[in-house]
């Protein structure tokens, strides 16, 4: 739906190279994008942390932090923006009444919850996760976000697997991936 954001090229490669490849990890023929290394180095994570804020323009209310990954993203992401924070988990992680969202995986399905407390109506929101891999999480998060009445402003993703066509499940949302793999 929109352009990613316009990215350095001295940006891009520097937070590719803080992205190592794991083969065959978690089982054979899959290779891992682990982002522990960007985590890792202040100057990469400040960088990604900027470059995630600028998705979702300058009035967001919430940021939203997927389980688990996105929490570590999102929550910096929503300081630097002087926003709230939410985050959406896994089922049964959250201690008070939640709303779900259930969504299909390759192998199954899974189930998603927040607060049913956590959006206010027309509150501006920008969702925060780390891969964007068939896009089944991140429609389940936006739906709970907008069935609690508040606006997605913007999807900000470190990093997508173009391969897996998840965006094509997002055409109704400003999905922005700092990285294309």
């Known amino acids: 739906?929109?352009?990613?954001?316009?990215?350095?090229?001295?940006?891009?490669?520097?937070?590719?190279?803080?992205?190592?490849?794991?083969?065959d990890w978690p089982e054979p023929g899959v290779t891992f994008k682990d982002i522990t290394p960007l985590l890792?180095?202040?100057?990469?994570f400040d960088t990604m942390i900027e470059l995630l804020g600028a998705?979702?323009?300058e009035d967001v209310d919430v940021v939203v932090g997927i389980e688990?990954?996105?929490?570590?993203?999102?929550a910096p992401v929503a300081h630097r923006l002087g926003a709230g924070f939410v985050p959406v988990?896994?089922?049964g992680k959250l201690p008070w009444k939640t709303s779900a969202a259930s969504y299909s995986l390759e192998?199954?399905?899974?189930?998603?919850?927040v607060h049913v407390d956590a959006f206010k109506p027309g509150e501006r929101v920008l969702v925060v996760d780390d891969v964007l891999a068939t896009g089944g999480t991140v429609r389940a998060t936006v739906d709970l976000v907008r069935g609690g009445g508040a606006d997605v402003v913007g999807v900000g993703i470190l990093m997508?697997?173009?391969?897996?066509n998840g965006r094509d499940k997002l055409a109704d949302v400003n999905i922005q991936s700092l990285l294309v793999v």
Do not use: C, H, N, W
Request: charged share 30%.
């Open 1 to 23: 739906m929109t352009k990613p954001p316009a990215i350095a090229d001295s940006d891009r490669d520097l937070l590719l190279s803080y992205i190592r490849d794991v083969p």
């Open 40 to 44: 890792r180095d202040p100057a990469a």
């Open 55 to 57: 998705v979702g323009g």
């Open 68 to 74: 688990a990954r996105g929490f570590i993203l999102g």
């Open 89 to 91: 988990r896994k089922q």
């Open 107 to 113: 192998y199954g399905e899974a189930t998603i919850e």
């Open 160 to 164: 997508e697997l173009g391969f897996l």
